[in-house]
């Protein structure tokens, strides 16, 4: 069965400071999607991100950078020059192919950038 | 562009009645999901539909929920004789096709007193 580990609860800095937030998975499946998604406090999940299993480049978008390891099963998510509005719980998930595409989420990070 | 829409937001009811919610999916997406989320937790599926069909329910979809979405079009989602375990968010989604990203609704937020 698919799984998804986010170990770090949660996360503070400051303003400006770089932070990596942690994603491990589990899947047997080979043909794999992984996702990040945003929860502000207002509460609206937002969707940051997708990766199928053959794509491992990773990708930069803004202040947001992905590194996806099949080695490790991971993928990680970092954000540079953190700020302020960057506070939420962020949550990783894992859709597998032949698993109509249901998404398992981690427990999620809640990070906390203050000024 | 609207996004997905669920109604109620909130809503408090007595432990044993019954509660609807309903889900409005991107206008172009065939594929819809409700997941529930409960605090300090992400969200955990509950069943989806492509159009009409109902193709998969979670095990912890107990025979107290029941989804329909006639038509292909809007959802809902009905709790009969509500328990406080089910106090959660109901968080509903849509996507376009199977591997596309799932876009969430704002959820609707369900206390059983």
Same mark, same amino acid.
């Given at each position: =069965? %698919?799984k998804?580990t986010? =170990? %770090?609860?949660e996360?503070?800095?400051?303003?400006?400071?770089?932070?990596?937030? &942690?994603?491990?998975?589990? !899947?047997?499946d080979t043909?794999?999607?992984?996702?990040?998604y945003?929860? *502000?406090p207002?509460?609206e999940?937002v969707?940051l991100?997708?990766?199928?299993?053959?794509?491992e480049?990773?990708?930069?978008?803004?202040?947001?950078?992905?590194?996806?390891?099949?080695?490790?099963?991971?993928?990680n998510?970092?954000? !540079?020059?953190?700020?302020?509005?960057?506070?939420a719980?962020?949550?990783? $998930?894992?859709?597998? &192919?032949?698993?109509?595409?249901t998404l398992?989420?981690g427990?999620?990070?809640?990070?906390?950038?203050?000024? | 562009?609207?996004g997905v829409?669920q109604d *109620?937001?909130?809503?408090?009811?007595?432990?044993?009645?019954?509660?609807t919610?309903?889900?409005?999916?991107?206008?172009?997406?065939?594929?819809?999901?409700?997941?529930? %989320?409960?605090?300090?937790?992400?969200?955990?599926f509950?069943?989806?539909?492509?159009?009409? $069909?109902?193709?998969?329910?979670s095990?912890?979809?107990?025979?107290?929920?029941? $989804?329909e979405?006639?038509?292909?079009?809007?959802?809902t989602?009905e709790?009969?004789?509500?328990?406080q375990g089910?106090? $959660?968010?109901?968080?509903? =989604?849509?996507?376009? &096709?199977?591997?596309?990203?799932?876009?969430?609704? *704002?959820g609707?937020?369900?206390?059983?007193?």
């Open positions: =069965a %698919q998804v986010q =170990a %770090q609860t996360i503070s800095v400051v303003e400006k400071e770089d932070v990596t937030l &942690d994603c491990v998975y589990e !899947t047997r043909t794999y999607y992984l996702f990040w945003k929860q *502000p207002s509460g999940l969707f991100i997708r990766r199928n299993s053959f794509d480049q990773n990708e930069i978008s803004g202040r947001y950078s992905w590194n996806f390891q099949k080695s490790t099963s991971s993928f998510f970092t954000i !540079t020059a953190s700020q302020v509005v960057d506070s719980v962020y949550f990783c $998930a894992l859709s597998e &192919d032949s698993g109509y595409s398992t989420f427990k999620g990070t809640m990070l906390l950038v203050s000024p | 562009d609207t829409s *109620p937001r909130h809503k408090i009811t007595k432990r044993g009645q019954n509660v919610f309903r889900c409005d999916p991107i206008s172009e997406h065939n594929r819809l999901y409700w997941y529930r %989320q409960t605090l300090g937790q992400g969200p955990e509950l069943t989806y539909f492509q159009n009409e $069909a109902q193709l998969e329910k095990r912890l979809l107990s025979d107290r929920f029941s $989804a979405r006639p038509k292909g079009s809007f959802s989602l709790i009969q004789r509500t328990e089910d106090s $959660a968010m109901y968080l509903c =989604a849509s996507s376009f &096709d199977l591997r596309s990203e799932q876009y969430f609704g *704002p609707t937020r369900l206390t059983v007193t």
